[in-house]
Each structure stands twice: as structure tokens, then as C-alpha cells.
């Protein structure tokens, strides 16, 4: 193993260049309560397993052992770990939608002040989008994701992908600045559609409080209105718990699916 290294080392460097940037803007990877010695030992075992069946040959010229280690080598490794920050920033997106939908309803719930510091998406967030995101990170590692991320997608992306994608990319046109204009739109949609039933019923609790104190002051029913919100929306989530998991799947899936196209765009093919 460590003489295939060695012969290969240039290429190994680039793969690891690659997998390394991924895991440092990936949710779960990015926490800094993960030591930097296992992301170190992770990026080096997927380089190697990667290394047989990545394609290196559009950088035939810089790999040879005269080329190595030159300017223009380390051009390319910035090119390949801007390529992995492009991955993991767009993972991180389609995360940032459950933490959203979250902090949505969560005002409503009148948890909007117990805002922590989340090490998950390491922002302040409410509980309640702490709560949701560990449930998407669940759903994520459950339903195999993870190893399509990693087995699936970061494979391929080493079939397809170099560092002059991105170049050939700005220059045909503002093609990553629109692609991730409209995940952030997607983001705010999918959070919108997630927290709707909770908050469309926590409105109309907090309309009927309204009227009905109106209605009769002396009973004081705002002062009730917050252990009330509270039950309501424990209950409402634990009720569309099932309809909650379908949802983030499907968010998952069409977040790979956009991630397949922006490969395919930047791999110089016409969707």
C-alpha cells in the first residue's frame, strides 16, 4: 500500500486534496468535536481506494516527476479542493433547510430566546432547529446517503471532474453563481413546506387566543397561550413524524439530483 503511495504520489495528493476540503465543509465532518487526525486518516484511506479509478490524464504533463510539486501543480491542487468545497458547501445548503424550517416555528413556539450554539451546523440555532437537523442527520445516515455521497458521488465526481471544469465554467458563463442562487431559493422553499402545518396551526391557536380574550378578558387566556403552543407542536411533530422523514428524503434526493446536473455541467455536457 504505502509503496503504491509513493510511486503514485502526485495523483494521491490531488485525490486527497479533494476528499480532504469535502470533509471540512460536510454538516457532520466540520465539527470541530472531530479530531483532526481521524479526518487526516479518513482522507487518506478514501484517496487510496479512489486512486484506481480516478482519472488524471487531462493532467498527464504536471504529473510527471520533472512537473511535480511546481507552480502549476499547486494550481491544480487549489483547483481540486475548490472542487470538494463546492460539494460539501452544497451538502451543507441542503442541510441548512431543516435547521430553517425550524427556527420558522420555533418563535411561534416561544423557543425563539433558548437559541444554543448547534455543533452540528456550528451557528446559533433554536432548539427546535437543532431537533429537526439531528433528525435529517438520522434520516441521512439510515437511508444509505451517505455511503451515495461518498461511494456514488465523490467517485464519479473523480471520473468526470478536474480542475479545469470550474475554469471552462466562469468562463462559458455565471453558471455556479446562478446554480447556487437558486439552491439557497430551493433552501427557503423546502424549509417553508416543512415547517407550514405547525406553523399554519400555531396561527390559528394564536388568532383564537385573540378573539377569545377579547372576548373575555377576565379569563386571561394569553397567559395560557404559551403551555399551549408548547403541546400543540409537540404534537403536531411527533403526529407528521413519518410525513417529516419522506420529506427530507426527498429533499435529499433532489439535492443529489442537482448535485448530479452541476457534475454533469461542469463535466462540459448539456443537460
Given amino acids: 500500500m504505502l509503496d503504491q503511495v509513493l510511486s503514485q504520489a502526485p ?30 486518516a479518513l482522507t487518506a484511506f478514501m484517496a487510496f481506494n479512489i486512486l484506481g479509478s480516478a482519472d488524471f490524464s487531462a493532467y498527464g504533463i504536471f504529473l510527471a516527476p520533472e512537473q511535480t510539486f511546481t507552480a502549476e501543480f499547486i494550481m491544480l491542487l487549489a483547483g481540486e479542493a475548490l472542487l470538494g468545497i463546492i460539494t460539501g458547501f452544497y451538502i451543507s445548503i441542503v442541510f441548512s433547510a431543516f435547521s430553517s424550517a425550524g427556527q420558522f416555528f420555533a418563535f411561534q413556539m416561544g423557543f425563539s430566546a433558548s437559541e444554543v450554539y448547534d455543533a452540528l451546523s456550528q451557528v446559533e440555532n433554536p432548539l427546535m432547529g437543532q431537533y429537526l437537523n439531528l433528525i435529517a442527520m438520522l434520516v441521512f445516515m439510515q437511508t444509505g446517503l451517505f455511503q451515495k455521497l461518498f461511494l456514488g458521488g465523490l467517485v464519479s465526481s473523480f471520473k468526470t471532474l478536474n480542475a479545469y471544469s470550474i475554469v471552462n465554467a466562469m468562463a462559458s458563463g455565471a453558471f455556479l453563481p446562478r446554480f447556487f442562487m437558486r439552491s439557497l431559493t430551493e433552501l427557503f422553499a423546502n424549509a417553508l413546506v416543512i415547517s407550514l402545518p405547525i406553523m399554519g396551526t400555531l396561527s390559528l391557536i394564536t388568532i383564537s387566543t385573540g378573539i377569545l380574550s377579547k372576548a373575555a378578558p377576565q379569563m386571561n387566556l394569553l397567559s395560557e397561550g404559551f403551555p399551549v403552543m408548547l403541546l400543540v407542536s409537540f404534537f403536531i411533530l411527533a403526529a407528521l413524524m413519518p410525513s417529516l422523514i419522506d420529506a427530507f428524503s426527498r429533499s435529499f434526493d433532489g439535492g443529489f439530483a442537482r448535485l448530479e446536473q452541476l457534475f454533469l455541467v461542469l463535466g462540459g455536457k448539456k443537460l
Avoid: I, K, Q, Y
Avoid at 15 to 32: D, E, G, I, K, N
Fill in 11 to 40: 495523483s494521491f495528493l490531488l485525490a486527497a486534496v479533494r476528499c480532504f476540503s469535502l470533509l471540512m465543509t460536510l454538516p457532520l465532518f466540520s465539527m470541530r468535536n472531530v479530531p483532526g487526525s481521524a479526518r487526516v
